[in-house]
């Protein structure tokens, strides 16, 4: 689920996601959630940048295999981010043109029986690529959720299976019940 596509194969360029309000129910079913495209599978991505509130009711009530993977750019990403950017004047970030931004509320409220992994991140929930200067400003909450299966949650990414350079995060992460969570 994105606003913009469930699944990307193309270019993203010079695109502004403002998501005024949501709320999802979901239950018996693996989603990807992301505040651009659910899945990012290749193409070029240029100036992206998504903000507004993600509200994420009932994620799960069953042990049959889903998985939950939610971010405000992209829920599951599959394709190299890079993005460069300069700095000026000390730790003073310059942000230029080709930059992806998300700047979003997210919150998950789940069921306290769930057994399945859950994979949030600012920008992106689950990477198995290479992700560089992105840029977060977002407040992730996350309640009642059984921490018998992984529940793993990051300011920018929240699951990455490759490199990440070069990416900042400031915001908030509230997890009650989460068994990893760092920014």
Not at 65 to 75: P, Y
Not at 102 to 118: C, F, L, R
Not at 143 to 167: F, P
């Amino acid at each position: 689920i994105g606003a913009l596509a469930g699944v990307n194969a193309g270019t993203l360029n010079n695109i502004n996601v403002k998501i005024k309000s949501s709320n999802i129910n979901i239950a018996k079913a693996t989603i990807y959630l992301g505040g651009v495209c659910g899945v990012n599978n290749s193409g070029e991505i240029k100036n992206i940048y998504t903000s507004g509130k993600l509200d994420i009711n009932n994620l799960f009530n069953n042990t049959d295999g889903t998985k939950a993977l939610i971010g405000g750019l992209f829920g599951e990403n599959n394709t190299e981010i890079d993005l460069e950017f300069k700095l000026f004047g000390g730790s003073k970030l310059q942000i230029f043109e080709d930059n992806y931004n998300s700047s979003i509320t997210i919150n998950v409220v789940g069921d306290k029986n769930n057994t399945q992994p859950i994979y949030i991140g600012g920008a992106i929930g689950y990477t198995n690529n290479r992700a560089a200067g992105i840029l977060t400003n977002n407040k992730i909450n996350v309640t009642e959720l059984n921490t018998s299966k992984r529940i793993i949650v990051g300011g920018v990414i929240g699951y990455a299976l490759s490199a990440i350079d070069y990416c900042f995060f400031s915001g908030s992460l509230l997890c009650k019940n989460s068994n990893i969570v760092g920014g």
